[in-house]
């Protein structure tokens, strides 16, 4: 069966630490979208991941919860650490445990319109990896993964090794501000959008945090606005929401614009609250209609 969207990534251990709590959970890419596309409706989804058989009953969940999951066997799980201040849009992170990467062996048997490869470690997949499933469907990356160094236990940010080998073979990809800067060496998202895409990208999707978000298709630039949160609760998974509702606003069929605008009010709705997004289309569209808007200011 060829699925509208194919989510790759591992579902991790998360430690989240905030000046308000500090508590164990889920996390990872893969445990945030799919949550989030199981609240919306008619879309034929899958979810591929790994992770330590310590941590099986978070599959059994989503399973309980309708979610089609295939799960690679891996030694063990990614163990994070999250560190938050008062500003969600920063974290300093930790990496306490590291799962086995994605092997062509096992996803060879996949289809899918889009494939959502949700690395949060550089080799989580390999550029045979990305290369193969290019030729299957249309291939979704968040660059986070690809833009982080683990010495120790400690994260540093560094650019994407083999970068315009990988991004010739991407449809999408997503990226923060600070990822934006390392991919690009330039803060500009208008110039980092044209020169992600000369490196093969068919659409830049370049988020600015509380200011919004700028997608770049290689004709025109889409400006998106953020829909401001009444509160500020959990930015965990924010990023992995928003390409949630994106990819599944295009995999619909759905223009650009209207995609982002989407994606940006389940992001909102996501930040409003602890765990997952939980929302309705009711609940995001009528963020759309009411929450206050912030556009990006670009020079």
């Not at 025109?220 to 998974?237: K, L």
Request: contains cysteine.
């Amino acid at each position: 069966m060829k699925h509208q969207l194919c989510c790759i990534g591992h579902i991790t251990h998360d430690k989240i630490i905030t000046p308000r709590r500090t508590a164990h959970q889920p996390g990872g890419t893969s445990y945030y979208f799919s949550h989030a596309i199981r609240c919306l409706p008619d879309i034929n989804y899958m979810l591929v991941t790994a992770l330590g058989a310590e941590d099986m009953h978070v599959v059994d969940e989503l399973r309980r919860e309708g979610i089609l999951v295939k799960v690679m066997p891996s030694r063990q799980s990614v163990y994070f650490e999250n560190i938050y201040g008062e500003n969600q849009d920063n974290r300093t992170q930790h990496v306490l445990a590291k799962a086995d990467p994605f092997t062509i062996e096992y996803l060879q048997d996949l289809e899918a319109q889009i494939f959502h490869l949700g690395s949060l470690l550089a080799d989580d997949f390999s550029l045979e990896v990305v290369a193969y499933l290019s030729k299957k469907g249309r291939i979704s990356i968040d660059a986070q993964g690809y833009l982080r160094e683990v010495q120790g236990e400690d994260v540093f940010p560094v650019d994407w090794d083999r970068k315009e080998e990988f991004l010739r073979y991407v449809h999408f990809l997503k990226a923060n501000e600070p990822e934006t800067l390392a991919l690009t060496g330039t803060n500009d998202p208008m110039v980092a959008a044209v020169q992600l895409h000369a490196w093969g990208v068919k659409e830049v999707l370049l988020t600015l945090g509380s200011n919004g978000s700028v997608i770049y298709d290689g004709s025109d630039f889409h400006f998106i606005p953020a829909y401001r949160p009444r509160e500020v609760v959990d930015a965990t998974g924010c990023g992995d929401t928003y390409m949630t509702g994106y990819l599944y606003g295009r995999a619909k069929g759905w223009s650009i614009d209207d995609a982002g605008r989407f994606a940006a009010a389940m992001s909102t709705l996501k930040i409003e609250a602890i765990g997952p997004f939980s929302g309705s289309l009711d609940d995001i569209r009528g963020c759309m209609e009411t929450a206050e808007r912030t556009y990006p200011c670009i020079s």
